[in-house]
């Protein structure tokens, strides 16, 4: 496991070295999803497809990245989830509901705003989600992404898997900077999941077969991870023998 941790280190080490050296992002962006240049042509790009379009309920990562693609959602009156920062509420999901906001849908599109204003919510309370919009560091042609490394895009993943709040029928897309998508392939283990689409400023690339998000490997969590995570700690049955 600490081979193929090293491997998707080195991978991301290379793609956030690429973005910085060819000024495709602002600078600092090393331990982070990419703030890259074009994120506003993407979420346009990304709204042209069908699969946006018949979305009505959409589930967008906080990262500033995503914010053109949040703020998109709410001004066409979709439903959009966020998940809370680091997953750090009981109640790990934010709803922002276009039809109640009381401030512009680009102000509420700010994760601040949204963090301060979006109705926290249990995975229990949500609707299905028909398409995902995740953040990535670097991605390859079959859809296999690298997060930052912090694992809570995965364990999001994993509660709705387990909510029954999504399957094969949602779409799960990645926004990203055409620097950070890559030819060779990517580490991966079985709690991580692939995209259906990558979508860039200038292009939209459909992923063979990706891996679909499984429910939550409990053996596979630290127990400060758990600890850390209320949804975690109160889901967590540890077994007694």
């Known amino acids: 496991m600490a081979d193929v941790d090293q491997a998707k280190q080195t991978a991301r080490e290379r793609v956030w070295a690429l973005l910085e050296h060819e000024q495709a992002v602002p600078p600092g962006v090393h331990g982070r ?5 074009g994120a506003e042509e993407t979420a346009d790009r990304l709204a042209g497809l069908p699969e946006w379009q ?3 309920v959409v589930k967008v ?3 500033t990245a995503q914010q053109p693609v949040r703020a998109r959602a709410l001004r066409e009156g979709k439903t959009v989830y966020m998940a809370v920062p680091k997953l750090a ?5 934010l709803l922002l509901d276009p039809a109640k906001l009381d401030v512009s849908p680009d102000e509420a599109a700010d994760r601040h705003t949204a963090t301060r204003i979006g109705k926290p919510t249990d995975v229990d309370a949500m609707q299905a989600v028909d398409l995902i919009v995740c953040g ?15 694992g809570y895009s995965d ?19 990645t926004t990203v900077h055409s620097l950070q998508v890559v030819d060779d392939g990517l580490p991966e283990t079985r709690h991580d999941f692939s995209v259906d689409l990558i979508v860039t400023p200038e292009a939209v690339i459909r992923c063979p077969e ?7 490997h409990w053996e596979d969590l630290p127990p400060e991870k758990i600890a850390a ?5 109160a889901r967590h049955r540890p077994v007694h023998g």
């Open 61 to 63: 990562v906080p990262d």
């Open 89 to 93: 509420h009981e109640q790990p999901f």
């Open 210 to 216: 990706p891996q679909r998000p499984q429910g939550l």
């Open 229 to 233: 995570i209320p949804a975690l700690t």
């Open 33 to 37: 999803i990419p703030s890259f240049f």
């Open 54 to 56: 018949k979305a009505q």
């Open 136 to 150: 990535s560091v670097a991605v390859n042609r079959h859809g296999v992404r690298l997060g930052k490394g912090a």
């Open 155 to 173: 364990i999001e993943m994993a509660l709705l898997q387990e909510a029954g709040l999504i399957g094969p029928q949602t779409t799960i897309v």
